[in-house]
């Protein structure tokens, strides 16, 4: 019984040496360094209820956007990002939206927005809408739930 340990042990070892000695090839590096920054004024309306304030986004070299919605006095409502492969994601959430069926329905509007933030053209899917104003201005409306986004980009921005 030692003997068979002992040979287990031996080819464990033997083997671990094996796979210490070959060539370990790095992994590239993801370049994630900003290209851009966007800020917008905006105002979401739900059903009366309105959220206005600051969002505010970092565009990635791999076309992915991570950014933030605080209102006029700082507070966080959401941090949310976009990835190259056209999926929201959306974290830390204020306690009265944190539902799941306004982050689901949140999900989906932004990847909407996010996914056509980039046009000069207005956009029409199922249930939304992408309209892009003559002032540069953009309103995004949800006909399902009632939702309307407007976004004003702030004047600093190029």
Same mark, same amino acid.
């Given at each position: 019984?030692?003997?068979? $340990?002992?040979?287990?042990?031996?080819?464990?070892?033997?083997?671990?040496?094996?796979?210490?000695?070959?060539?370990?090839?790095? $992994?590239? &590096?993801?370049? =994630?360094?900003?290209?851009? =920054?966007?800020?917008?004024?905006?105002?979401?309306?739900?059903?009366?209820?309105?959220? =206005?304030? $600051?969002?505010?986004?970092?565009?990635?070299?791999?076309?992915?956007?991570?950014?933030?919605?605080?209102?006029?006095?700082?507070?966080?409502?959401?941090?949310?990002?976009?990835?190259?492969?056209?999926?929201?994601?959306?974290?830390?959430?204020?306690? &009265?939206?944190?539902?799941?069926?306004?982050?689901?329905?949140?999900?989906?509007?932004?990847?909407?927005?996010?996914?056509?933030?980039?046009?000069?053209?207005?956009?029409?899917?199922?249930?939304?809408?992408?309209?892009?104003?003559?002032?540069? #201005?953009?309103?995004?409306?949800? #006909?399902?739930?009632?939702?309307?986004? =407007? $976004?004003?980009?702030?004047?600093? #921005?190029?």
């Amino acid at each position: 019984m030692r003997s068979i $340990l002992a040979l287990i042990s031996a080819l464990f070892i033997g083997g671990l040496c094996l796979c210490s000695a070959q060539e370990v090839q790095p $992994l590239e &590096p993801v370049d =994630t360094s900003i290209v851009d =920054t966007w800020e917008y004024h905006i105002k979401i309306d739900a059903r009366g209820n309105e959220i =206005t304030g $600051l969002c505010i986004m970092n565009v990635y070299t791999d076309n992915s956007i991570k950014g933030t919605i605080i209102n006029e006095f700082g507070t966080k409502i959401f941090d949310f990002s976009y990835s190259s492969k056209k999926k929201a994601k959306i974290e830390n959430v204020i306690a &009265p939206i944190n539902k799941w069926y306004i982050r689901r329905v949140l999900k989906g509007d932004l990847a909407f927005i996010l996914s056509n933030l980039r046009q000069s053209s207005d956009v029409v899917e199922k249930i939304r809408s992408f309209t892009v104003q003559p002032d540069g #201005d953009i309103s995004v409306r949800n #006909d399902k739930y009632k939702i309307y986004y =407007t $976004l004003h980009k702030l004047q600093g #921005d190029s």
